[in-house]
């Protein structure tokens, strides 16, 4: 009993823990929506530079995460 117990304990855990990386999943693709907002609502090309970069570097987050979730 004990041991079904925890395997069903255990289960719940690993279904948090994929529940809160599906949250963050979708908030870094929030995250890259505005960024691309303030991309084409911009004339500077420095700031529209620095807002792909976080786009990169907020992919290879979400990317991350998904190879996570794979596993």
């Not at 870094?28 to 990169?56: H, P, R």
């Given at each position: 009993?004990?041991?079904?117990?925890?395997?069903?304990?255990?289960g719940?855990?690993?279904?948090k823990?994929q529940?809160?990386?599906?949250?963050?999943i979708?908030?870094?693709?929030?995250?890259?929506?505005?960024?691309?907002?303030i991309?084409?609502?911009?004339?500077?090309?420095?700031?529209?530079?620095d807002?792909?970069s976080?786009?990169f570097e907020?992919e290879?987050k979400i990317s991350?995460?998904?190879?996570?979730?794979e596993?």
């Amino acid at each position: 009993m004990a041991k079904e117990y925890e395997k069903n304990w255990e289960g719940v855990e690993l279904m948090k823990t994929q529940e809160k990386i599906y949250q963050k999943i979708k908030e870094l693709e929030n995250d890259i929506s505005e960024f691309k907002d303030i991309i084409n609502n911009s004339t500077e090309w420095d700031v529209k530079s620095d807002y792909n970069s976080l786009i990169f570097e907020v992919e290879k987050k979400i990317s991350l995460l998904k190879w996570v979730l794979e596993e």
